[in-house]
């Protein structure tokens, strides 16, 4: 991964991620000869999501974000999606970061119930 933006913004969601579960398993996943890092993946009691970077933006997939609530609006993504919603961010955008540890601790509520 570019050391730039991107991987600053990375480092700052796995450790919210983190904060709203000191539990959770991060694991490299999908590895590939244009991705040799693969995709990080965060689980606790299931998928929780994913963070992948593209050239503009940082995508977090949560696994089964159609069924959390999201009253900041922080899902902005794959909004037609059956099960999964996604956060895409872009260079110089805010995330607000009570309600995302907020989303991360209800992922992870969803799947443990």
């Given at each position: ?14 450790a ?8 959770v ?69 805010e ?19």
């Amino acid at each position: 991964m570019a050391d730039d933006w991107r991987s600053d913004m990375v480092d700052r969601l796995r450790a919210l991620i983190t904060k709203a579960e000191p539990d959770v398993v991060e694991e490299a996943k999908w590895r590939k000869e244009s991705n040799p890092d693969g995709v990080p993946t965060f689980s606790r009691s299931g998928l929780i999501c994913t963070v992948e970077t593209y050239g503009d933006k940082v995508k977090l997939t949560f696994a089964r974000g159609a069924a959390l609530d999201d009253p900041a609006g922080l899902f902005n993504a794959s909004l037609d999606a059956g099960t999964r919603r996604a956060i895409d961010i872009h260079e110089g955008d805010e995330i607000d970061e009570d309600a995302f540890v907020a989303l991360v601790r209800e992922a992870v509520d969803l799947n443990q119930s």
